[in-house]
């Protein structure tokens, strides 16, 4: 399996079965994590961490508190596809691997100052 990254006319694409994303709350400054799965044309959520809390960012019900990092699984159905924004006035996305983290924005060299990615499995 492979997930397909686009943002305008750049592209690229990564062979992976799953993958976490990693951000900065641009006001808290709290970490947050989401871990993904490619599955069946989708991908699928299967846990989200916050690292703390503030305003705006309580765990929500069900989450279970380990080692100071708030654990959930989002109540969200399998997405065709991600989109995130890609801004200078905000902290970017981390895409990380089994073996390596690395900024989102750098997968796709050229990409403007403000886009939107697109994360989807990648045709067959």
Not at 95 to 123: Q, Y
């Amino acid at each position: 399996m492979s997930l397909c990254l686009a943002a305008g006319a750049v592209s690229a694409v990564l062979a992976m079965e799953s993958f976490t994303l990693t951000w900065i709350h641009s006001i808290e400054k709290i970490r947050w994590e989401e871990d993904w799965r490619i599955e069946a044309g989708a991908l699928v959520i299967t846990e989200a961490r916050i690292r703390g809390s503030g305003a705006g960012m309580e765990p929500p019900a069900g989450s279970v508190l380990q080692n100071g990092v708030w654990h959930y699984r989002p109540a969200l159905p399998p997405q065709p596809v991600l989109r995130l924004s890609h801004s200078p006035h905000a902290g970017g996305y981390t895409l990380c691997t089994s073996t390596v983290c690395a900024p989102l924005a750098d997968h796709l060299p050229g990409i403007d100052n403000t886009a939107t990615i697109e994360l989807r499995e990648c045709p067959r």
